[in-house]
């Protein structure tokens, strides 16, 4: 990759200009510090004022498993150089962060296919809006993104390599993924399938070397070294958990290696019935904003819920005074969570399929296809066109750009499918894409983490295009 950058200095010297112009545009004009941003930003200061990896309460600090370290210790390590609480600062190096996975696409790209697509990957990620908008939001996403992106040019390079010490490599990028989210996990599941795959069928390995391709051999000695590859990435990703859990089951009495799944404290009661009546129906991001979110503590308006909330005038009136039961309160009770929960029961008997398989479907479109304007002015209903004229343009915009990029990769994933080691990148979004139908709360930002894999996979595709032939690999 330094070679590439040396001989093409001006290229990448403009392009990071851009990225970081790009950057700049979101954080000044469309900082996202938001109620999460606060949370973690609290657990980082107590952390780093009293010791206590806590939340701050009315009379003391109350120690918390809600949210993995690896947030929090980013946070205190910038309150610690820049002052208390300076979110901006934050950005800031999000954004140097962000750059570095825009040279991450390029080193994939690389490795798998060749400069001339490393170079344009480099363009479709410094230019990618999503991941800029993100870099703007104290939140774990661009971490996230940089890690997973990380992991994934070490695996390969591993695979090409046959090297011990960038699978060491990728296990510390992973278990830095996991730390900052507990879904991180898929990535080093992702990983670990795809060299068990390798070693029942090694016939299919190829490594990159130079220009030209060679198969490992023997066999044995390729297995061998993919078994030892395999249980060194595992076993470096899971250690830092360690100390973690045991912490967790010091304090709290209880068995928690990473975080709860609804970010609940020990003796925080979940509405299960009522996660799992939404289930029932929700299939995009606006009905999380104006139903899902809502509980607790706010009302919800029933005029809000879609059609395909009940079936039957019968259920719709059912549905209604349960909603009217939750406003009197503004909080699910354990009685009211009960008839949710048969209510919830009774949908799912009379339609599985839809339950299943529809719902899930449609939940996992919203989060690849929407506009991602989620942490933008722009009205979530933007299809409805009654937003402000600048912000239904951008969401328009937005949304398109969202669509190349994704039409982009499928289509690189359809030329390339048959090239070494592209299944690894195909197998985590495959995996991942798998684990986000099965949430309630169907997310556009939790697609964000397979970007890097659609920006590789559009840039070959876009190579495929605008040149002649097959482009080369190196």
Same mark, same amino acid.
């Given at each position: 990759?330094?070679?590439?950058?040396? !001989?093409?200095?001006?290229?990448?010297?403009?392009?990071?200009?851009?990225?970081?112009?790009?950057?700049?545009?979101?954080?000044?004009?469309?900082?996202?510090?938001?109620?999460?941003? @606060?949370?973690?930003?609290?657990?980082?200061?107590?952390?780093? +004022?009293?010791?206590?990896?806590?939340?701050?309460?009315?009379?003391?600090?109350?120690?918390?498993?809600?949210?993995?370290?690896?947030?929090?210790? @980013?946070?205190?390590?910038?309150?610690?150089?820049?002052? #208390?609480?300076?979110?901006?600062?934050?950005?800031?190096?999000? #954004?140097?962060?962000?750059?570095?996975?825009?040279?991450?696409?390029?080193?994939?790209? /690389?490795?798998?296919?060749?400069?001339?697509?490393?170079?344009?990957?480099?363009?479709?990620?410094?230019?990618?809006? @999503?991941?800029?908008?993100?870099?703007?939001?104290?939140?774990?996403?661009?971490?996230?993104?940089?890690?997973?992106?990380?992991?994934?040019?070490?695996?390969?390079?591993?695979?090409?390599?046959?090297?011990?010490?960038?699978?060491?490599?990728?296990? #510390?990028?992973?278990?830095?993924?996991?730390?900052?989210?507990?879904?991180?996990?898929?990535?080093?599941?992702?990983?670990?399938?795809?060299?068990?795959?390798?070693?029942?069928?090694?016939?299919?390995?190829?490594?990159?070397?130079?220009? !030209?391709?060679?198969?490992?051999?023997?066999?044995?000695?390729? !297995?061998?070294?993919?078994?030892?590859?395999? %249980?060194?990435?595992?076993?470096?990703?899971?250690?830092?958990?360690?100390?973690?859990?045991?912490?967790?089951?010091?304090? @709290?009495?209880?068995?928690?290696? /990473?975080?709860?799944?609804?970010?609940?404290?020990?003796?925080?009661?979940?509405?299960?019935?009522?996660?799992?009546?939404?289930?029932?129906?929700?299939?995009?991001?606006?009905?999380?904003?104006?139903?899902?979110? +809502?509980?607790?503590?706010?009302?919800? *308006?029933?005029?809000?819920?879609?059609?395909?909330?009940?079936?039957?005038?019968?259920?719709?009136?059912?549905?209604?005074?349960?909603?009217?039961?939750?406003?009197?309160?503004?909080?699910?009770?354990?009685?009211? *969570?009960?008839?949710?929960?048969?209510?919830?029961?009774?949908?799912?008997?009379?339609?599985?399929?839809?339950?299943?398989?529809?719902?899930?479907?449609?939940?996992?479109?919203?989060?690849?296809?929407?506009?991602?304007?989620?942490?933008?002015?722009?009205?979530?209903?933007?299809?409805?066109?009654?937003? *402000?004229?600048?912000?239904?343009?951008?969401?328009?915009?937005?949304?398109? %750009?969202?669509?190349?990029?994704?039409?982009?990769?499928?289509?690189?994933?359809?030329?390339?499918?048959?090239?070494?080691?592209?299944?690894?990148?195909?197998?985590? %979004?495959?995996?991942?894409?798998?684990?986000?139908?099965?949430?309630?709360?169907?997310?556009?930002?939790?697609?964000?983490? #397979?970007?890097?894999? %659609?920006?590789?996979?559009?840039?070959?595709?876009?190579? !495929?295009?605008?040149?002649?032939?097959?482009?080369?690999?190196?």
């Amino acid at each position: 990759m330094r070679e590439l950058v040396r !001989r093409n200095l001006r290229f990448f010297l403009l392009f990071s200009a851009a990225a970081l112009l790009l950057r700049l545009v979101f954080i000044f004009w469309f900082p996202g510090v938001v109620t999460d941003s @606060f949370v973690y930003g609290d657990i980082a200061k107590n952390w780093l +004022q009293h010791g206590i990896y806590g939340l701050s309460g009315p009379d003391e600090i109350s120690p918390t498993y809600i949210r993995l370290p690896g947030y929090p210790a @980013f946070l205190a390590f910038i309150f610690a150089i820049f002052g #208390m609480e300076h979110y901006r600062a934050v950005l800031f190096v999000q #954004m140097f962060a962000d750059l570095g996975t825009c040279f991450l696409c390029a080193h994939i790209a /690389l490795r798998l296919f060749g400069p001339k697509v490393a170079k344009l990957a480099f363009v479709l990620a410094c230019l990618c809006p @999503f991941l800029a908008d993100y870099s703007a939001a104290a939140l774990t996403e661009t971490l996230e993104i940089f890690f997973t992106a990380l992991a994934l040019d070490l695996a390969i390079t591993a695979l090409q390599r046959a090297s011990f010490r960038y699978w060491a490599y990728c296990g #510390m990028a992973s278990a830095a993924a996991i730390l900052l989210r507990p879904d991180g996990g898929i990535l080093l599941i992702a990983i670990e399938l795809y060299i068990f795959v390798t070693i029942l069928f090694p016939h299919q390995l190829n490594l990159f070397s130079g220009n !030209r391709v060679e198969s490992i051999s023997p066999a044995s000695a390729c !297995r061998r070294r993919l078994v030892l590859g395999g %249980v060194l990435i595992a076993v470096i990703a899971v250690a830092p958990l360690v100390p973690w859990a045991i912490r967790n089951w010091k304090v @709290f009495g209880g068995f928690q290696p /990473l975080a709860p799944r609804y970010a609940n404290e020990e003796d925080e009661f979940v509405p299960m019935g009522f996660n799992r009546w939404v289930k029932t129906w929700i299939t995009d991001y606006t009905s999380v904003e104006e139903v899902y979110w +809502q509980e607790p503590g706010s009302p919800i *308006d029933p005029s809000k819920l879609p059609s395909r909330a009940f079936d039957t005038p019968r259920q719709q009136r059912k549905t209604e005074a349960l909603i009217s039961d939750y406003n009197q309160v503004l909080h699910v009770t354990p009685e009211l *969570d009960k008839t949710f929960a048969a209510l919830a029961a009774e949908r799912i008997r009379e339609h599985p399929i839809r339950y299943y398989l529809g719902l899930p479907m449609l939940r996992i479109a919203d989060m690849w296809l929407r506009p991602r304007t989620e942490m933008l002015p722009c009205d979530s209903r933007w299809w409805e066109f009654n937003d *402000d004229l600048r912000w239904l343009a951008l969401a328009i915009f937005l949304g398109t %750009v969202n669509l190349f990029y994704v039409a982009g990769g499928l289509l690189g994933w359809m030329y390339s499918r048959k090239l070494p080691l592209t299944g690894v990148l195909v197998l985590f %979004v495959v995996l991942r894409s798998v684990f986000l139908v099965t949430l309630e709360n169907p997310e556009p930002r939790y697609t964000l983490e #397979m970007y890097p894999v %659609v920006i590789v996979l559009a840039a070959y595709a876009l190579a !495929r295009k605008t040149h002649s032939g097959q482009p080369s690999v190196s």
